[in-house]
């Protein structure tokens, strides 16, 4: 049975044989040392001159790197197109036959400026293609997590919405119309992609309307960016746990820009 590995326990050199003396070196000097046998060879991608453990060498290089690099500090990416900072907590890889599965959790996440307490990303069916520029796909990806409500409602304030949200001392949250006069104190769920508002009590300019009167029905979630699924999510005191799931992904990176972002510390970009 397949166990997740540790970068930080697999050196590079186990991979790819380099020798002997790259075992008392530090990370760093294995890095410079490796650093034309995963970076130079790419320009002859198209000649076929590449062994079969490429992927191996550039799966091991890179999260061995990131992990040294940022882990237990903060990380900022561009990842398909968004701004992502975090603190990297756990970033672990496994080969699962032919690919490879990742897992890696995130805390303090910030994505596009909006907060997220806690991630954890599990990526499957991952395969690394060496190229210029080098592509990354996953034939699924697993997303689990928690955000506060007030966060929740503070993104929903920003959207073309009818109503004007705010979180009540119970978690709950009131929903005033814009337009209408109309108040109510409601609780939502999601599972398998429908939406359920449960309406605790309602008021009409003043007025305490009936809930028979006021029943939501479900919501069924369509069209989500990058044809997500949200699997479910659910209040939890005041945190909302989450589970999205995403079909096949694909993404590049220019492998020069990752090398110097994880030697310089600065952002790594995924496009």
């Known amino acids: 049975m397949a166990t997740y590995f540790d970068p930080k326990s697999w050196s590079p050199s186990r991979a790819v044989d380099l020798g002997k003396r790259l075992f008392d070196q530090s990370w760093l000097e294995q890095w410079v040392t490796v650093t034309t046998s995963w970076v130079d060879p790419v320009a002859d991608l198209g000649m076929g001159t590449v062994t079969a453990l490429m992927p191996d060498v550039l799966m091991t290089v890179l999260s061995e790197g990131i992990l040294s690099r940022f882990g237990g500090q903060e990380l900022t990416a561009t990842l398909l197109g968004h701004d992502v900072r975090a603190t990297l907590q756990v970033l672990k890889v496994r080969r699962r036959g032919a690919h490879f599965q990742t897992k890696t959790v995130l805390s303090r996440v910030h994505w596009d400026a909006h907060p997220v307490e806690a991630v954890t990303v ?125 079909p096949e992904m694909t993404g590049s990176f220019d492998l020069a820009q990752m090398r110097s972002a994880i030697v310089a510390g600065t952002t790594l970009i995924i496009f």
């Open 122 to 246: 599990i990526a499957h069916g991952v395969r690394m293609i060496p190229g210029v520029p080098t592509k990354v796909r996953a034939s699924r990806i697993d997303v689990e997590g928690t955000l506060t409500v007030e966060a929740l409602v503070g993104w929903l304030n920003e959207q073309p919405l009818d109503w004007s949200l705010r979180v009540e001392q119970n978690g709950l949250i009131r929903a005033s119309h814009r337009t209408r006069r109309l108040t109510a104190l409601i609780d939502a769920a999601i599972t398998d992609d429908l939406l359920t508002i449960e309406v605790h009590r309602a008021n009409w300019l003043g007025f305490r309307v009936p809930r028979a009167l006021v029943r939501a029905p479900g919501v069924r979630l369509t069209d989500l960016p990058h044809r997500a699924r949200v699997a479910f999510a659910a209040r939890d005191e005041d945190l909302i746990r989450f589970r999205v799931e995403l």
